[in-house]
């Protein structure tokens, strides 16, 4: 149950982030971000190498995504994750879902001491809103 209320706690927010939105359909930044628009929700790519990714401006850091999103879906190699978890902490972002492959031990503990709704090691948003390829 403490996992749904979590899950419950991430999703009831206007605005999502995407930290590592890929422009690459096959991966699943991509999918993720697709998954968002899927079910109607608010979101902003983050990619500091990308201008659009699936039709919306993307912001090159975390920092840049304006309003402070409510919650943080992330996407990226363990050591980008860190410095993801570290802006968002400094944003004041309350809600990060670290997805399979993105976590490490230090963003975990980062989130902890923080106090963020942290979501991780765990089901991957694509289960758990129901994503279909298109």
């Not at 995407?18 to 991509?30: H, L, P």
């Not at 983050?46 to 699936?54: G, K, L, T």
């Not at 309350?94 to 963020?116: D, K, V």
Request: proline letters at 7%.
């Amino acid at each position: 149950m403490y996992l749904e209320n979590q899950i419950a706690d991430f999703m009831n927010g206007e605005l999502f982030a995407v930290a590592g939105a890929s422009t690459d359909r096959r991966k699943y930044g991509n999918k993720v971000l697709r998954c968002y628009q899927q079910h109607g929700h608010t979101v902003v790519p983050v990619n500091p190498n990308a201008d659009i990714v699936e039709g919306l401006p993307a912001a090159a850091s975390l920092g840049e995504v304006v309003p402070t999103p409510h919650a943080v879906s992330v996407i990226t190699p363990p050591s980008v994750t860190e410095q993801v978890v570290d802006d968002a902490i400094r944003l004041g972002v309350q809600h990060i879902w670290l997805q399979p492959g993105a976590e490490s031990n230090a963003a975990i503990e980062a989130c902890q001491s923080a106090g963020i709704n942290l979501i991780h090691s765990g089901p991957c948003i694509l289960v758990v809103l129901g994503y279909r390829e298109t």
